[in-house]
């Protein structure tokens, strides 16, 4: 399986800049397709971007041209950078790994611990 620590969350006026990192550990993370999900309190944990294993992209309409995810197969690392940055971006962002099966091997869905954004003046 996969572990997921998420870093590079913080405070940030509106219109700056983030770059979200999210490290995995294990075997797993070349063939896995990887999203970034945020949440805020009270409300489901919604889909930001996501990347399949070949590098194919998909974003949430509101963050289209803004964010750009990406990932580093040799660092096992998925990056969010989020630049124009608004207060409604505001929120807890996840890192997730889709669950999947290779060589007969279960892949479970797995999570990281969530890193804060904010953006306020």
């Known amino acids: 399986q996969v572990q997921l620590v998420e870093s590079g969350g913080g405070l940030v006026q509106p219109g700056g800049s983030l770059r979200l990192s999210c490290a995995a550990s294990?075997?797993?993370?070349?063939?896995?397709?990887m999203g970034w999900y945020h949440q805020t309190p009270g409300k489901q944990r919604d889909l930001v971007a996501r990347?399949?294993?070949?590098?194919?992209?998909n974003y949430a309409d509101s963050v289209k041209g803004r964010f750009t995810i990406s990932r580093d197969n040799a660092k096992n690392t998925v990056y969010l950078q989020m630049n124009s940055l608004r207060p409604e971006d505001t929120a807890v962002y996840y890192c997730?790994?889709?669950?999947?099966?290779?060589?007969?091997?279960?892949?479970?869905?797995?999570w990281g611990q969530g890193t804060q954004v904010t953006v306020s003046s």
């Open positions: 997730n790994a889709e669950p999947t099966v290779s060589r007969g091997v279960r892949y479970l869905d797995s």
């Open positions: 294990g075997r797993s993370f070349s063939f896995r397709n």
């Open positions: 990347i399949t294993s070949g590098g194919q992209t």
